[in-house]
T-cell receptor, first 109, second 112 residues
Framework: GQQLNQSPQSMFIQEGEDVSMNCTSS?????WLWYKQDPGEGPVLLIA?????ELTSNGRLTAQFGITRKDSFLNISASIPSDVGIYFC?????????FGKGTHLIIQP | NAGVTQTPKFQVLKTGQSMTLQCAQD?????MYWYRQDPGMGLRLIYY???????DKGEVPNGYNVSRLNKREFSLRLESAAPSQTSVYFC???????????FGDGTRLSIL
């Protein structure tokens, strides 16, 4: 089955710093999705990527669909306190949609 | 616009009890999904319904049953709850299976 590795597992950063996280897969994916989950809530879609090499921005967030179709990254620029949460990648391949285990983003004052 | 609504938000059960988790969406979506979320495990698909009248097993279907009651509603039933089913359950929907899913806020279920 599809295996998806998301890293890092957690990040402790200072407010104002840039953040980078990524997901790699053992299989080729046709779609990459990035979600954010706040405590006590469900995941909310941030960015959807549909083509290899695609680079898409949503405000301070930028995500890219890797050329090999086996990876994707998410960058957050100039982090702010409300960026705290769990970020999930999800890839759609032959076996359907697979979610990463999440990156916990913690912002230190 | 409520999106995906799950009830209840919290529930505590004893081992062996049965329970139905409810999910309703008001976006006229064709496809609906049930996931469970456990620490360190990400989201794992239990069952899905690609369209009204159809249901299919996901990655972890054992111990669960589902019913696509109509286009809006998709319920998840635990016939005989076990402690291993303690988890946060999320319902999601999308217009078609290849589109991004929209999630509810989850049901936090504890089984003692």
């Amino acid at each position: 089955g599809q295996q998806l590795n998301q890293s890092p597992q957690s990040m402790f950063i200072q407010e104002g710093e840039d953040v980078s996280m990524n997901c790699t897969s053992s299989s080729i994916f046709n779609t990459w999705l990035w979600y954010k989950q706040d405590p006590g809530e469900g995941p909310v879609l941030l960015i959807a990527l549909y083509k290899a090499g695609e680079l898409t921005s949503n405000g301070r967030l930028t995500a890219q669909f890797g050329i090999t179709r086996k990876d994707s990254f998410l960058n957050i620029s100039a982090s702010i306190p409300s960026d705290v949460g769990i970020y999930f990648c999800a890839g759609r391949g032959a076996d359907g949609l697979t979610f990463g285990k999440g990156t916990h983003l913690i912002i230190q004052p | 616009n409520a999106g995906v609504t799950q009830t209840p938000k919290f529930q505590v059960l004893k081992t062996g009890q049965s329970m139905t988790l409810q999910c309703a969406q008001d976006m006229n979506h064709n496809s609906m999904y049930w996931y469970r979320q456990d620490p360190g495990m990400g989201l794992r698909l239990i069952y899905y319904s690609a369209s009204e009248g159809t249901t299919d097993k996901g990655e972890v279907p054992n111990g669960y049953n589902v019913s696509r009651l109509n286009k809006r509603e998709f319920s998840l039933r635990l016939e005989s709850a076990a402690p291993s089913q303690t988890s946060v359950y999320f319902c999601a929907s999308n217009q078609y299976r290849l589109q991004p899913q929209h999630f509810g806020d989850g049901t936090r279920l504890s089984i003692l």
